[in-house]
Structures are given as C-alpha cells and as structure tokens.
C-alpha cells in the first residue's frame, strides 16, 4: 500500500473543497449566463478597485478629495493582494480580472490546504475535518475565499503564519516570516 504523505492530503484535499466552492459559487450563486461571464460576476465591489490598481498602480492627488473617485485616487487598498494578481497579469498576459480571481482562488486553496495541516496535526479524524470544513463553507463570508477579494489571501497567510510558528522544523521561522509580511501587507487587522 503506497503511504501518502500529510502534505500530499492536504494538498489535494485543499484542492477538492476549493474546486467545490468555486462550483458552487459559479453555477448556483452566480446569475444566469455563459460560463465566462458567471465566473466574471465573482468580481464585485471593491475587486473592481484591486482591477484599477492592477491596471494602473497606485495613484492619488495631494490634497485628497474627500469622496471616492477611482479615477483620481485608487490609493485606500493593502498592496499584497494587487501586487501579485499584478504579477500574474504581467507574467501570463492575463487580464486583471482573472488575474485578481485565479489570486483569490489559489490563495483559497492554499487556505484549505493548511486548514488540513492542521487537522492532521491535530490528528483530528475524517469525520471531524468534514464537519470543520462545512461549518466553514456553511458560513455566507466563505463566498469571498473564491471571488476577487483579499480575504483568501489574508486568512491563507493567517494560517500559514501561525502553522509554521507552531513548527520546529528547518526553515520554519523564515515561512512564518515570508506568511506574517503577506498578511500584513493585505489587510490591516483582519476579516471585517
């Protein structure tokens, strides 16, 4: 019997529960449409404002206006989360839209991932780790794991943060690192 590894586990099974969501969210919760334009309705709000900044980078005048005008001034969003749908959008040649979602997205499968982790570490069983992740999935915010949002983003490197922190393995302290300057450089003080 091959023996497969925690990691490996978590990996995939990040993987199933992201692929789940995004199903959901596209063809049950999205509006009515063809697939292209259902997978562009998880774009909203303020995702049209990570676009901008995408497109654009950071601009502003001094002194600032005292309404919002995103064509004046895009400068009210923590970097991390545009930065690397920037990257994406340069380095693929991808719009910004999907390049903000497929950040989202995986950021949403890296959060499954260590959610996992820790339930092995836990060593909690099957059972219990399904009925972890639907009370996760069952709550309406899960919804911005898989949209253009920085949430995913905030709570993967969240629990990247605090799972390397909790480890003693070589290199654990850098991950912990590299999570905590993720994390602070896409939100203030957390999830609203």
Request: some cysteine; aromatic content about 14%; hydrophobic content about 55%.
């Amino acid at each position: 019997m091959i023996r497969v590894s925690a990691a490996a586990k978590a990996l995939s099974a990040g993987l199933v529960v992201t692929l789940l969501q995004m199903l959901v969210a596209i063809f049950l919760l999205a509006p009515d449409g063809p697939f292209e334009y259902r997978y562009q309705t998880l774009l909203q709000h303020d995702s049209h404002w990570f676009a901008n900044i995408v497109n654009r980078g950071y601009e502003t005048i001094v002194p600032p206006i005292s309404h919002k005008l995103m064509e004046v001034s895009n400068t009210g969003f923590f970097p991390a989360y545009p930065a690397i749908a920037w990257i994406l959008h340069r380095g693929l040649d991808l719009g910004a839209e999907n390049a903000l979602l497929i950040t989202a997205q995986s950021a949403a499968w890296g959060f499954w991932t260590y959610f996992f982790l820790f339930c092995e570490r836990w060593s909690l069983p099957s059972g219990w780790q399904l009925l972890g992740a639907l009370a996760i999935l069952a709550h309406p915010a899960a919804f911005f794991l898989v949209a253009g949002y920085s949430e995913s983003l905030f709570l993967m490197a969240l629990l990247g943060f605090l799972f390397w922190s909790g480890t003693e393995a070589r290199g654990a302290r850098i991950l912990a690192a590299i999570h905590g300057i993720v994390m602070s450089a896409t939100r203030i003080v957390g999830l609203p």
